[in-house]
């Protein structure tokens, strides 16, 4: 995290953090933060845990971390998110994010759970090749 509030104070409590609403980097609202996540070994934070609206919970990294203040917390990129689409390098629709499965050890995804119609398939995150208003994979859905 690059910056901080200096209205903010040195240290925080985890309920200070509770509720505060999260923006990509693009200004999109990523949802509020329901809980943080601690990392047992080294004691410091791993992440969040964000809710949008009626949207599953979801991880968000401290490595997407970039301006912390006492209303927002700014995001230093586009985060992948439970219902976000799915599309090949053609831009065909292939479906949406129903949940993401990350590391244990490192907090990075490993793959994606996606839903088209009555189908779901595990993507593995090698296949992602951009992030945006939409995820865009390479390789068909059927592969």
Not at 33 to 41: G, R, T, V
Not at 69 to 98: A, C, Q
Not at 113 to 138: L, M, Q
Request: one cysteine or more.
């Amino acid at each position: 995290m690059k910056n901080q509030s200096k209205a903010l104070g040195k240290y925080w409590s985890g309920q200070q953090f509770i509720g505060i609403s999260v923006f990509d980097n693009k200004e999109n609202d990523c949802g509020k933060i329901q809980s943080i996540c601690i990392d047992p070994k080294t004691f410091s934070i791993s992440g969040v845990m964000v809710k949008r609206r009626l949207s599953t919970l979801y991880f968000i990294s401290v490595t997407y971390f970039d301006i912390l203040t006492d209303s927002s917390l700014k995001l230093n990129s586009i985060p992948i998110k439970p219902h976000d689409k799915i599309v090949d390098v053609d831009g065909k629709s292939v479906g949406k994010v129903i949940k993401i499965n990350l590391n244990p050890e490192t907090n990075k995804i490993e793959t994606l759970e996606i839903k088209s119609r009555f189908k779901s398939k595990i993507i593995p995150s090698e296949r992602i090749v951009g992030v945006g208003d939409k995820i865009t994979i390479k390789g068909s859905f059927l592969n």
